[in-house]
């Protein structure tokens, strides 16, 4: 397994990122509306404000997702990151990359000085909230106004 850098508005993710979004949409829980995707900028994903990464399995890209800096925490002022997109293509699930994803996002947000890392998910993604309890993340309160979230999760680094 391997990890690229990517740019975030390239034609790569661009369509990793459309085949994340159409999944999500497709799957999303009718009573909480629409799905509303949120396409991220070069800016927010570009060294050290953070990264944007490919997965590559053998020849094949097989998901993506990044780190991005966002404004501390109020309660300790420590640099905060988010984790963003975090998705692979269904074939490849099941296999430990998404674990191998997520350390990789955590080690290069720890490299950009982060003491705390982040994200939203909904309760739809059961797997990806067990991935994300079972890598030392807990539950926390929101952070952000994300319509698309249910759960909020927070995970301090060393």
């Known amino acids: 397994m391997r990890f690229r850098e990517v740019d975030v ?3 790569e993710a661009l369509g ?3 085949a994340y979004f159409a999944e ?5 829980p009718a009573e909480q509306g629409e799905y509303r995707p949120t396409y991220p900028t070069t800016a927010q ?3 050290p404000a953070g990264v944007f990464l490919a997965v590559d399995d053998e020849n094949e890209t097989i998901g993506c997702g990044g780190v991005r800096r966002i404004a501390p925490d109020p309660a300790s002022g420590g640099e905060r990151f988010e984790v963003k997109h975090l998705w692979l293509a269904p074939a490849a ?4 990359a998404g674990r191998r994803l997520l350390e990789e996002l955590e080690r290069r947000a720890v490299g950009f000085g982060a003491a705390e890392l982040v994200l939203d998910t909904n309760a739809s993604l059961a797997a990806a909230g067990g991935l994300y309890r079972s890598n030392g993340f807990a539950e926390i309160a929101p952070y952000n106004e994300n319509p698309n979230a249910t759960h909020w ?4 680094l060393t």
Request: glycine share 22%; aromatic share 14%.
């Open 16 to 18: 990793l990122l459309q």
């Open 45 to 47: 994903f570009t060294p």
């Open 9 to 11: 508005e390239g034609a």
């Open 93 to 96: 699930r099941g296999r430990g």
């Open 153 to 156: 999760y927070g995970k301090r």
């Open 24 to 28: 999500r949409a497709a799957g999303f």
